[in-house]
């Protein structure tokens, strides 16, 4: 996690440091108080599934909104400003990713195997072995299957996403494994070289 919370914050100074030769990203980039349009409406959508928001999407960044994600930059460490800025936008980006990893991946399974993949994700972010960003761990040649075909294109549903929520929070049912495989669907021998943790529904987690 600790690696996680270092990308989160190079990713800001990065965006930071676009910003200032470039003006109009910045206002882009920033969402706050007085705000509208789909960039609101995505924000507020997220935040809805992950038990946040608690009204409809309305595109319109009010007090309703500003108050909600203060409470979501509480839970997860960032500062309350109440504001989407880098690292907050960067963090709901990354969420909604791995949510759709989750749900393509593991649609079906039980609620604790889903947060497992999650943190499977997260596990390899902060390995060595591994790129280093959400963004990038996902989308590595051949990582995962539901990005080869297509169904990471899912619309994933709200038990994905407070999976993912759960596993950015510290829940790890894998035990810090970095892999993990069907056995009766896996074609590639190697996996099953890799010391396995734990078997929850249909996947075996390993490292």
């Known amino acids: 996690m600790k690696k996680?919370?270092?990308?989160?914050?190079a990713a800001a100074m990065l965006l930071l440091a676009l910003s200032i030769s470039q003006p109009e990203a910045q206002a882009a980039q920033m969402v706050r108080m007085g705000s509208t349009g789909s960039d609101v409406t995505y924000i507020q959508s997220v935040l809805k599934k992950l038990g946040y928001f608690p009204a409809e999407t309305t595109g319109y960044y009010g007090p309703v909104t500003s108050n909600t994600v203060k409470q979501f930059q509480q839970d997860f460490g960032l500062e309350m400003t109440g504001e989407i800025g880098p690292k907050t936008s960067r963090l709901i980006n990354d969420i909604e990713m791995m949510a759709h990893v989750v749900y393509g991946e593991s649609r079906g399974e039980v609620y604790h195997g889903q947060v497992a993949v999650a943190a499977v994700i997260l596990n390899r972010v902060e390995s060595n072995d591994f790129p280093d960003t959400?963004?990038?761990?996902?989308f590595q040649r051949n990582a995962f299957t539901a990005v080869n075909d297509g169904q990471y294109n899912l619309?994933?549903?709200?038990?994905?996403?407070?999976?993912?929520?759960?596993?950015?929070?510290?829940?790890?049912?894998?035990y810090g494994s970095v892999y993990y495989y069907n056995p009766k669907l896996a074609t590639d021998q190697w996996i099953f070289t890799r010391t396995v943790t734990k078997q929850i529904g249909n996947h075996h987690f390993a490292y």
Do not use: E, Q, R
């Open 4 to 9: 996680y919370i270092k990308s989160l914050a």
């Open 155 to 174: 619309k994933p549903d709200y038990n994905a996403f407070h999976a993912v929520k759960d596993a950015l929070l510290g829940w790890d049912p894998t």
């Open 134 to 138: 959400v963004y990038d761990v996902i």
